[in-house]
């Protein structure tokens, strides 16, 4: 059974011959940069090869084809060329991380260093206008930067949240397609990251990759406005579905079933300790857009439809079946609530479940190898059984995370087929 064959089983929740693996599909799904440089020198023996950075943001690393390989990975990546601060990954350069790891950056990545000895990093790489990041001395990831200017509610325009969701040319998917039909050539699984879809994304209010960001773009004031300003924020979700709905229509038509899987919604709706939107606001606001995308997908195409919302979602779930996903990320069984066997006995016949194999908050960064191992197998064990399980750790790998503890990981999943 090959990576693609073993992914298109798990999806339709058929037998396998060992567990489905993804790292490094999605920008929820992947290792940093520094960790992955780590990992590749312990594994390979390559300690001068520099890795790419692909999302500057949470500054993760790609997973090459020979690491894949290595690693058993069975998950190519579909996204989009431009990363979140609006350059492409092109041009390569060399940059040194503030823990020293050397790795290569794209050309626009452009820095400049704050009055503390961070860096701060702008749209498009622009550093004649006013920074969209900024990540602090020692810090191992950028922080958004709001750019929000004075709001004025009667002058508020739902078009101006608007202004970075446009119709695709099949100019703009053609990157797409040249991933897709790498993934199949080289007899991966695929997962799309689907522009423009996920709705009210809060890692996506702030929009770093623009220069100027009219609307409503500070976090706080997002999150105030679901509910003091929910007409405003109702009329921005109806027209970005709209566009939305023409884009995956071409999308659709463009990769077809060379996708399996696509990426929506990285909306958080849980905390640590529960939801932090009350099921009928979830019902009232999101739920509506989330069904209408869904049913599109799953109309038109074979593709399978993945959320990802970190925290306690429990409460959720069935909310999100009933509204048309198909696969659950990351799986926060940290969580209150998130018991890994309950949610199996659940909700394992309706969704898949893309996470869950390991608890990067303690476990995988504090945990010995032993008990990595351990819960490792343990999930699999749960997740997987009889089938249902793509599996990867619950949300990225975070820098700092031991090298042993990772290559503990791996090991366990290689060792739960035998």
């Known amino acids: ?94 940059f040194t991380m503030f823990d020293g790891t050397e ?4 050309g626009n990545f452009n820095v400049t260093p704050d009055e503390k000895g961070g860096w701060y990093l702008y749209p498009e790489g622009d550093t004649s206008v006013p920074p969209s990041g900024h990540m602090p001395k020692d810090g191992f990831y950028f922080d958004a930067i709001c750019r929000q200017g004075a709001i004025e509610d009667d002058k508020l325009d739902p078009a ?15 990157p797409l397609l040249d991933a897709a039909n790498a993934a199949v050539q080289a007899e991966k699984g695929t997962i799309l990251s689907a522009p423009g879809t996920g709705f009210g994304d809060i890692a996506l209010v702030p929009a770093m990759w623009m220069k100027q960001t009219p609307g409503i773009r500070d976090v706080e004031e ?20 709209e566009i939305a709905l023409k884009n995956l229509g071409l999308l659709i038509e463009t990769l077809g079933d060379k996708i399996q899987a696509v990426f929506t919604t990285g909306t958080d709706f849980g905390t640590q300790n529960g939801l932090f939107i009350s099921p009928q606001a979830y019902r009232d606001l999101y739920k509506p857009f989330h069904k209408a995308i869904n049913d599109f997908i799953h109309d038109k195409s074979s593709w399978k439809v993945f959320i990802h919302s970190c925290g306690a979602v429990k409460e959720l779930i069935p909310e999100f079946i009933e509204a048309g996903f198909d696969i659950l990320n990351p799986v926060q069984c940290s969580a209150v609530g998130m018991d890994p066997q309950e949610l199996k006995d659940e909700f394992g016949q309706d969704v898949i479940f893309w996470g869950g194999g390991v608890d990067t908050q303690k476990t995988l960064p504090f945990g010995s190898p032993e008990d990595v191992y351990h819960e490792v197998r343990q999930r699999i064990e749960i997740f997987n059984n009889p089938t249902g399980m793509v599996f990867n750790t619950i949300h990225n790998i975070q820098a700092k995370t031991p090298v042993e503890n990772v290559l503990a990981l791996f090991r366990a999943i290689q060792d739960s087929s035998k």
């Not at 890795?51 to 020979?66: A, R, T, Y």
């Not at 997002?222 to 579905?241: L, N, P």
Request: aromatic share 10%; proline share 5%; charged share 30%.
């Open 1 to 94: 059974m090959n990576s693609r064959e073993r992914l298109q089983k798990t999806l339709n929740h058929e037998p396998i011959d060992r567990v489905c693996v993804d790292f490094g599909a999605t920008h929820v799904t992947g290792i940093s940069a520094s960790t992955l440089s780590k990992v590749r020198r312990a594994l390979l023996g390559e300690d001068d090869f520099r890795v790419k950075i692909i999302e500057p943001f949470q500054m993760l690393g790609e997973i090459d084809d020979k690491l894949m390989d290595a690693l058993g990975i069975d998950v190519m990546p579909v996204l989009p060329p431009k990363t979140m601060f609006g350059f492409e990954n092109k041009d390569w350069k060399p």
């Open 222 to 241: 997002w999150y105030i406005s679901t509910a003091m300003r929910r007409d405003y924020v109702y009329q921005v979700f109806e027209k970005q579905c």
């Open 160 to 174: 101006d949240n608007l202004v970075e969701f446009g119709e695709l040319t099949r100019a703009d998917i053609q």
């Open 103 to 106: 790795v290569l950056v794209p």
